[in-house]
Structure formats: C-alpha cells, structure tokens
C-alpha cells in the first residue's frame, strides 16, 4: 500500500512537470542531417549583455560561452580599437575598470587625460596600448558583490576572436557588436588609406560572411544586428551594409555624442520617422522605457508604443538578478521583471547579464512544442504505469 502511494505521487509529480512546460531548447544539439538549429525568432531575443557578465568577467571568451551553453540567442559586444588599429571587446574606453592594468608597473605612464564627449575623463585609454600590450592584462569583475573567482585569469579578446565564438556554437547563435564611442576612436586610431573606425568594423563582419537584411536567408544563418549611441555612424554604415541596425539611447540627460541631440529630440515621432530609413530599432536604458521613482517604477511612458508605430523593434536595456538593480516593484524577483517587460511592456529583445536566468524563463512559460506528448498520451502512459499495481 505505501508503495502504491508513492508511486503514485511520483506519477503525479511527473504529471505536474510535464504539463506544466515544454521541451527545453536543445543547447548543444544540432537539427536534421547535421543543420544546426535555427535561431528563434518568435519570441524576444535574449541577448547575452557582454556575455553572461553576471558570473564571469564581461567581455571574455568564458563570459560568452557561458551564455552560449544557458541559452543566448545573441551575444552582445562593444567594439574598441588598439593603438595599433586592432579591434578588441571591451566596454569602457579606459582599462582600469575591469582589468588588472594599475598592477603593472610598466604601463604607469600610460595613465593619462583626454577630452570625453565633452568631460574631461582620466585612466589608461585603449587606444594608447598597442595590441600585444592589451594582451598582458586580465580581466575581472566590475562589480564587487559578483563572482570574484574568475578575476586575473581571462585575457581581452579581439572582435575576430568573438566572432568565432558564435561561428563555432553547436547551434545558430547571432552577434550584437556595438559600434563604441566612434568619435573617439577616429581621433586617436588611425587607419592605412584614411579608413575610418566604422569601415573596420563593417570589414571584419564582412570577412566572416556576415549580411543581410533582417530575418533574409542569409540572416538567418549568421543573425546579426550592428549598434550604436552614434546615429551618423549607423547612416554612414547603411551604405556599407545591409545588415539591419539599432540606435541606442541613453539616459534622459546624455546628448548624442556625434549630434549632440538630446534624448527628446532621438525619440521624437519626427526623428524615428526619418531614423527608420536606416535602423531596424532602437535599443534604450530601460529606466527612459519606464521611468523610476525612490526605486519604484512608475507609470510606463508611450516610448515603445511609438517605436513600434514606426515599425521599430525595441531592445532594452541592462536586466539584471541582483536586489541592487531590481526594482521594488518586483519584490527582488528577477523573473517578475521579465513577465512585466516581456507581458506588459512587449519589448522585442533583453539585454540581460543573466542569460540563464532569461532562457528559464522563456522556457517556463512556453506553450508545449510540438514534439510534446498531448495530455492523453500523458495519461495514458500514466494508466500504464499504474496498471500492474491496480491489484496491490
């Protein structure tokens, strides 16, 4: 008799579970006759935020594989040069931030001032190390309640590098390179043949096959949007590529740094109906989508209702699992953020440091695939099951 209640409450318990979601998305497998599985397009695109940054050090080749194995449909980077003209992942234009650059005694002069969208701003600049030089340093963590065990092991990656990452991942997995502080990177890195910063970028893509317009044949085998805070890098770029683009926006207070527009004139009906031309989306701070008060969100502003007016996708950003970030509203619970986004906000992209965290959801609310058994096959195989113990 104990046995049979247990039994049973197994069968129950299976019930529960395969009713109650779906099939997972097979991370390391690969389609019919060695295709690898298509990139979904169906639902937002969770896209890994300088890889799964949330538990190892942003931009490092361990960050987006990482994210790759939880579930990313992109990795995200932000594009930067050498001083010798090599394109390198990595977010601030200085290096102190998230490598171990102040330890090394042979590069102290290399701390210097430069004149930064408008600010002065001080540190060890990128473009003032030539590539081999970058390669000395390792990464760590910009945030110290993260992880700090991955801290002075991983080395900056090139774009190539990154790249390859992608290419390499047993299923489709798209790119999100950003275009990072263009204007900057025109003036101190110069280029053979008067090519700009932009070109590089677009070069580099080109090289390993990237192109085509959004959600062509030819997308779809190597998914890829191209960003930027810099609207004339993405018209300047429109010429080279038809790779669809997205224009990033800032906080309310930041102008653009190539128009120095404001935020309200970028996210006005007049600028987004002449911006589309060239972009397939815009990409803003999140806080800007729904505005926050004493760390409370507020009523959302008519920001993606408008974008998608104009045919605009919209992929927000930076979601993250920390109380530190989350805001009250969602009672410190990640997964609430992303039902009120996704549910009520009806974003079309994430950003997120915590890709896992974003697959798990997606997969839990997920309607039963196709390849799922229906509800009679379950009980029927259950009344199998329980069968031979009828008698007990």
Same mark, same amino acid.
């Given at each position: 008799?104990?046995?049979?209640?247990?039994?049973?409450?197994?069968? %129950?318990?299976?019930?529960?579970? +395969?009713?109650?979601?779906?099939?997972?998305?097979?991370?390391?497998?690969?389609?019919?006759?060695?295709?690898?599985?298509?990139?979904?397009?169906?639902?937002?695109?969770? &896209?890994?935020?300088?890889?799964?940054?949330?538990?190892?050090?942003?931009?490092? +080749?361990?960050?987006?594989?990482?994210?790759?194995?939880?579930?990313?449909?992109?990795?995200?980077?932000?594009?930067?040069?050498?001083?010798?003209?090599?394109? &390198?992942?990595?977010?601030?234009?200085?290096?102190?931030?998230?490598?171990?650059?102040?330890?090394?005694?042979?590069?102290?002069?290399?701390?210097?001032?430069?004149? *930064?969208?408008?600010?002065?701003?001080?540190?060890?600049?990128?473009?003032?190390?030539?590539?081999?030089?970058?390669?000395?340093?390792?990464?760590?963590?910009?945030?110290?309640?993260?992880?700090?065990?991955?801290?002075?092991?991983?080395?900056?990656?090139?774009?190539?590098?990154?790249?390859?990452?992608?290419?390499? =991942?047993?299923? *489709?997995?798209?790119?999100?390179?950003?275009?990072?502080?263009?204007?900057?990177?025109?003036?101190?890195?110069? %280029?053979?043949?008067?090519?700009?910063?932009?070109?590089? /970028?677009?070069?580099?893509?080109?090289?390993?096959?990237?192109?085509?317009?959004?959600?062509?044949?030819?997308?779809?085998?190597?998914?890829?949007?191209?960003?930027?805070? =810099?609207?004339?890098?993405? /018209?300047?770029?429109?010429?080279?590529?038809?790779?669809?683009?997205?224009?990033?926006?800032?906080?309310?207070?930041?102008?653009?740094?190539?128009?120095?527009?404001?935020? +309200?004139?970028?996210?006005?009906?007049?600028?987004?109906?002449?911006? !589309?031309?060239? *972009?397939?989306?815009?990409?803003? %701070?999140?806080?800007?989508?729904?505005?926050?008060?004493?760390?409370?969100?507020? =009523?959302?502003?008519?920001? /993606?209702?408008? +974008?998608?007016?104009?045919?605009?996708?919209?992929?927000?950003?930076?979601?993250?699992?920390?109380?530190?970030?989350?805001?009250?509203?969602?009672?410190?619970?990640?997964?609430?953020?992303?039902?009120?986004?996704?549910?009520?906000?009806?974003?079309?992209?994430?950003?997120?440091?915590?890709?896992?965290?974003?697959?798990?959801?997606?997969?839990?609310?997920?309607?039963?695939?196709?390849?799922?058994?229906?509800?009679?096959?379950?009980?029927?195989?259950?009344?199998?099951?329980?069968?031979?113990?009828? !008698?007990?």
């Amino acid at each position: 008799m104990i046995l049979t209640r247990c039994l049973l409450s197994l069968i %129950w318990l299976f019930l529960l579970t +395969a009713c109650a979601g779906r099939t997972l998305y097979p991370l390391p497998g690969k389609g019919g006759k060695g295709a690898k599985l298509p990139i979904k397009t169906s639902r937002p695109y969770n &896209i890994a935020h300088r890889g799964s940054n949330g538990e190892i050090p942003e931009e490092t +080749a361990p960050a987006y594989l990482r994210a790759i194995e939880e579930g990313a449909d992109f990795i995200e980077t932000d594009v930067l040069s050498s001083k010798d003209g090599v394109l &390198i992942c990595f977010h601030d234009v200085i290096l102190q931030n998230t490598t171990n650059v102040a330890s090394h005694k042979e590069f102290a002069d290399r701390n210097r001032t430069y004149e *930064v969208q408008g600010s002065n701003m001080t540190g060890f600049f990128t473009f003032d190390f030539t590539f081999k030089e970058l390669k000395k340093l390792r990464t760590k963590q910009r945030y110290s309640f993260r992880d700090q065990q991955y801290n002075g092991k991983y080395p900056i990656i090139t774009f190539e590098e990154f790249i390859t990452i992608a290419r390499d =991942a047993p299923r *489709v997995v798209g790119i999100y390179p950003e275009i990072k502080n263009p204007v900057l990177m025109n003036q101190h890195v110069k %280029w053979p043949g008067g090519e700009r910063f932009e070109d590089k /970028v677009v070069e580099t893509l080109k090289k390993y096959g990237y192109g085509g317009s959004y959600l062509s044949k030819k997308w779809l085998k190597k998914p890829l949007f191209i960003q930027s805070f =810099a609207p004339s890098s993405l /018209v300047y770029i429109s010429n080279l590529t038809d790779s669809p683009k997205v224009l990033l926006i800032d906080e309310v207070t930041v102008r653009t740094e190539d128009t120095n527009q404001t935020y +309200a004139e970028i996210t006005s009906d007049v600028y987004f109906n002449y911006i !589309k031309q060239y *972009v397939v989306g815009i990409g803003p %701070w999140k806080d800007t989508v729904v505005r926050v008060s004493n760390n409370y969100t507020q =009523a959302p502003t008519d920001l /993606v209702e408008r +974008a998608h007016a104009h045919n605009l996708q919209v992929h927000p950003y930076t979601y993250r699992n920390e109380n530190e970030f989350l805001h009250l509203n969602f009672s410190q619970d990640p997964y609430k953020e992303y039902e009120y986004w996704i549910n009520e906000i009806g974003v079309d992209g994430l950003f997120t440091d915590f890709t896992g965290s974003l697959h798990n959801y997606q997969q839990w609310t997920s309607p039963l695939s196709e390849n799922s058994k229906s509800p009679r096959q379950l009980l029927s195989q259950i009344a199998s099951l329980v069968h031979p113990y009828a !008698k007990a």
